[in-house]
T-cell receptor, first 118, second 115 residues
Framework: GAVVSQHPSWVICKSGTSVKIECRSL??????MFWYRQFPKQSLMLMAT?????????EQGVEKDKFLINHASLTLSTLTVTSAHPEDSSFYIC??????????????FGDGTRLSIL | AQSVAQPEDQVNVAEGNPLTVKCTYS??????LFWYVQYPNRGLQFLLK??????LVKGSYGFEAEFNKSQTSFHLKKPSALVSDSALYFC?????????????FGKGTHLIIQP
């Protein structure tokens, strides 16, 4: 079964709305989580790395005030897209770092969130 | 710095034929290499990994990959392609250092299996 749960899987909302996406590690503690953005048929673009109890590290070109990341516990990180606009429409994927390499993997991925802003 | 290259944006293969999806890497030290598959509107699914040991690694769904240190390659292969193998494939290298670690991905290769 899944080791990382990401919700919601699909969001459609009006321009100007703020949208929160949750990423939970289900059976391990994730001190580090990653947030990616993916445009259609393209690769994953790392947006930010979040560490439990500290500020997220954003990649160059990613607006901190637009994409708020909170990693308040060892099993939950959230990405809030503030005042979303149509250009924010995309597929967002979270991933949790697993130091124990469960299932032979250093990171486990959520199923992604399709965000559509009208 | 580590990097991964997938030179082909798209690979087309007839069903039943062997397939190869290419990947080359650049990393200091010993590489930890991975292949993932992504179906539409889904997250990434782990296929296989190479950390150490045999150069030929077997993974899920009949896929395998060959680690070639001299050519710094880790090509994904399958002897007989299925239409259901059509998806987006990512090669990745795990990095560790400088207080951070994680996966670096290639740009992805669309694999299209034609009936």
């Amino acid at each position: 079964g899944a080791v990382v749960s990401q919700h919601p899987s699909w969001v459609i909302c009006k321009s100007g709305t703020s949208v929160k996406i949750e990423c939970r590690s289900l059976d391990f503690q994730a001190t580090t989580m990653f947030w990616y953005r993916q445009f259609p048929k393209q690769s994953l673009m790392l947006m930010a790395t979040s560490n439990e109890g500290s500020k997220a590290t954003y990649e160059q070109g990613v607006e901190k005030d637009k994409f708020l990341i909170n990693h308040a516990s060892l099993t939950l990180s959230t990405l809030t897209v503030t005042s979303a606009h149509p250009e924010d429409s995309s597929f967002y994927i979270c991933s949790a770092r697993d130091p124990s390499f469960r299932r032979a993997q250093p990171q486990h991925f959520g199923d992604g969130t399709r965000l559509s802003i009208l | 710095a580590q990097s991964v290259a997938q030179p082909e944006d798209q690979v087309n293969v007839a069903e039943g034929n062997p397939l190869t999806v290419k990947c080359t890497y650049s990393v200091s030290g010993n590489p930890y290499l991975f292949w993932y598959v992504q179906y539409p509107n889904r997250g990434l699914q782990f296929l296989l990994k190479y950390i150490t040991g045999d150069n030929l690694v077997k993974g899920s769904y009949g896929f395998e990959a060959e680690f070639n240190k001299s050519q710094t390659s880790f090509h994904l292969k399958k002897p007989s392609a299925l239409v259901s193998d059509s998806a987006l494939y990512f090669c990745a290298v795990f990095y560790s250092g400088g207080g951070a670690d994680g996966l670096t991905f290639g740009k992805g290769t669309h694999l299209i299996i034609q009936p």
